[in-house]
């Protein structure tokens, strides 16, 4: 895919949707979760058992990825949202919406609220700065709100919903090796949908249609 190409695939679609995973926000600085931290892999601490089990570490290490919503939308998500594009990302760092799209499926949560399982109060994330340990007014412990392993992901209905609809799919900065993330560019194709995959170098790909 080349950027003229991509350019009159926007052009000839009517309701263009990118499905958007790690790969887009590696040039915004953000690291995929293919990393360790204090000798554990990131992958075995943002699941569900591990926030219950070590609450104490699992918040010490989030305290850490807040510090991610301090980084910046790149081309690629700043001309999605120039396409006003839908999108269904994997991604917890809220750059889609800081690149201006309107509508975002964030499917694995975000890194601006804390939630209470029990009362459902929600909470601002900058909660935890400060206090060790965050808690609800009923007494809750509060649980971020990403989908951490173990945990259901987020608007799914709606995705499905948004892959029958378009008429153009990009997949970028995903492998799509996640279920059941990854049924939904067959689901597009089935609706007739274009389905296009950009895992390679798409920062340089989406700077020339800037
Ligand atoms: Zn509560």
Redesign the pocket.
């Known amino acids: 895919m080349n950027a003229a190409t991509l350019r009159q695939e926007f052009s000839i679609s009517r309701y263009p949707l990118a499905l958007t995973g790690a790969g887009i926000s590696v040039a915004s600085g953000l690291p995929t979760f293919d990393i360790a931290w204090k000798g554990v892999p990131v992958r075995e601490i943002l699941t569900r058992d591990f926030f219950f089990a070590k609450p104490e570490m699992f918040f010490e290490l989030y305290r850490e990825i807040l510090g991610w919503t301090n980084a910046t939308p790149n081309a690629a998500h700043k001309v999605l949202a120039s396409y006003d594009a839908t999108i269904i990302t994997q991604n917890i760092d809220g750059l889609h919406g800081k690149a201006g799209s309107k509508n975002v499926l964030e499917m694995h949560g975000n890194l601006r609220l804390l939630n ?1 399982e ?4 929600q909470y601002p994330s900058d909660k935890v700065i400060g206090e060790k340990m965050p808690y ?5 412990m509060l649980k971020p709100d990403v989908v951490l392993f173990g945990d259901a992901i987020h608007d799914w209905e709606q995705a499905i919903k948004q892959a029958e609809k378009c008429d153009l799919m990009l997949v970028i900065g995903t492998s799509l090796q996640v279920a059941p993330v990854n049924m939904l560019p067959a689901i597009a194709q089935r609706n007739n949908a274009k389905v296009v995959i950009i895992n390679e170098d798409c920062e340089s790909l989406f700077k020339e249609l800037l």
């Open positions: 209470c029990s009362c459902q109060k609800c007014s009923c007494g809750q």
